[in-house]
């Protein structure tokens, strides 16, 4: 199995480059309307605000909102769900943060000149130059906040993807071919399966316990590790304690999971 993510600069290709590799090697193409779509069958408020929250920078308030926090676990749960049935072009929203050290995945960023960027930008939305920069640099700021708030991380940090292209420099025929190559030779390796799988588990009960409204949570991390899930905070009480850990045991029928958390008094 093998998955692509693609981070993009806006203008730069990156979205062409994504639709193309998937329509060559029959890939699923997972964007932003598919992850909605996750997201309503989760339930039709989740949409309605992952319309509203997806991939711009939130305020500070919004970042420890009660929906905020729900959509951007609900996100990360999709992603995984979809990187775990392989042969999927997984575009932009932290997707290269979240399968790292996964062998069968290739984390790609797109970048390119601003003036390329531009023209491309000034063709495609039918804009003048204006219009064109203000769409760029809105759109960039927008994205890299919103993965800095939800990971903690630069999105136009080079040592977090496999491969940065440069569409200035090589053309969209030339990276295509360059990165379809790279996933035929991930596409027999099942190295990291389990891995991958252990952090959607961890990730869709994080989901759950964050959009369930009987609880609030103020602090939350919920990983894997040998042992099974693990889920470190901190919670208000210790009935809130007992509340979480039984919501997360529903939730997780098949791993172990031991709680690490503490409760304010």
């Not at 050290?101 to 960023?109: G, H, K, N």
């Given at each position: 199995?093998?998955?692509?993510?693609?981070?993009?600069?806006?203008?730069?290709?990156?979205?062409?480059?994504?639709?193309?590799?998937?329509?060559?090697?029959?890939?699923?193409?997972?964007?932003?309307?598919?992850?909605?779509?996750?997201?309503?069958?989760?339930?039709?408020?989740?949409?309605?605000?992952?319309?509203?929250?997806?991939?711009?920078?939130?305020?500070?308030?919004?970042?420890?909102?009660?929906?905020?926090?729900?959509?951007?676990?609900?996100?990360?749960?999709?992603?995984?769900?979809?990187?775990?049935?392989?042969?999927?072009v997984?575009?932009?929203?932290?997707?290269?943060?979240?399968?790292?050290?996964?062998?069968s995945?290739?984390?790609?960023?797109?970048?390119?000149?601003?003036?390329?960027?531009?023209e491309?930008?000034?063709?495609?939305?039918?804009?003048?130059?204006?219009?064109?920069?203000?769409?760029?640099?809105?759109?960039?700021?927008?994205?890299?906040g919103?993965?800095?708030?939800?990971?903690?991380?630069?999105?136009?940090?080079?040592?977090?993807?496999?491969?940065?292209?440069?569409?200035?420099?090589?053309?969209?025929?030339?990276v295509?071919?360059?990165?379809?190559?790279?996933?035929l030779e991930?596409?027999?390796?099942?190295?990291?399966?389990?891995?991958?799988?252990?952090?959607?588990?961890?990730?869709?009960?994080?989901?759950?316990?964050?959009?369930?409204p009987?609880?609030?949570?103020?602090?939350?991390?919920?990983f894997?590790?040998?042992?099974?899930?693990?889920?470190?905070?901190?919670?208000?009480?210790?009935?809130?304690?007992?509340?979480?850990?039984?919501?997360a045991?529903?939730?997780?029928?098949?791993?172990?999971?031991?709680?690490?958390?503490?409760?304010r008094?």
């Amino acid at each position: 199995m093998a998955i692509l993510t693609i981070s993009r600069e806006f203008g730069s290709g990156g979205r062409e480059i994504g639709q193309a590799v998937a329509s060559l090697l029959n890939y699923e193409y997972v964007n932003k309307q598919r992850l909605l779509a996750d997201l309503k069958a989760v339930g039709s408020e989740w949409e309605k605000w992952g319309r509203e929250l997806d991939e711009h920078s939130p305020t500070v308030w919004e970042k420890y909102d009660w929906s905020f926090r729900g959509f951007s676990a609900l996100i990360q749960s999709a992603i995984l769900d979809r990187a775990l049935g392989g042969k999927a072009v997984i575009m932009g929203r932290g997707g290269n943060f979240l399968l790292r050290d996964i062998p069968s995945a290739l984390r790609v960023r797109v970048v390119a000149p601003l003036e390329k960027r531009l023209e491309r930008i000034m063709m495609r939305e039918s804009v003048d130059r204006d219009t064109a920069k203000w769409l760029a640099e809105k759109t960039d700021n927008e994205r890299a906040g919103f993965i800095r708030s939800i990971y903690g991380k630069e999105w136009d940090d080079p040592d977090a993807y496999d491969i940065v292209f440069d569409t200035g420099k090589r053309n969209e025929e030339e990276v295509i071919k360059i990165i379809r190559d790279n996933l035929l030779e991930k596409e027999e390796s099942t190295s990291g399966t389990e891995t991958l799988r252990m952090r959607a588990e961890a990730a869709r009960v994080k989901a759950g316990l964050l959009t369930n409204p009987e609880l609030f949570i103020p602090t939350l991390d919920v990983f894997c590790d040998e042992g099974g899930i693990v889920l470190r905070g901190v919670v208000h009480s210790a009935k809130e304690h007992k509340a979480v850990e039984e919501e997360a045991r529903r939730l997780e029928k098949d791993l172990p999971v031991r709680c690490e958390l503490h409760y304010r008094k």
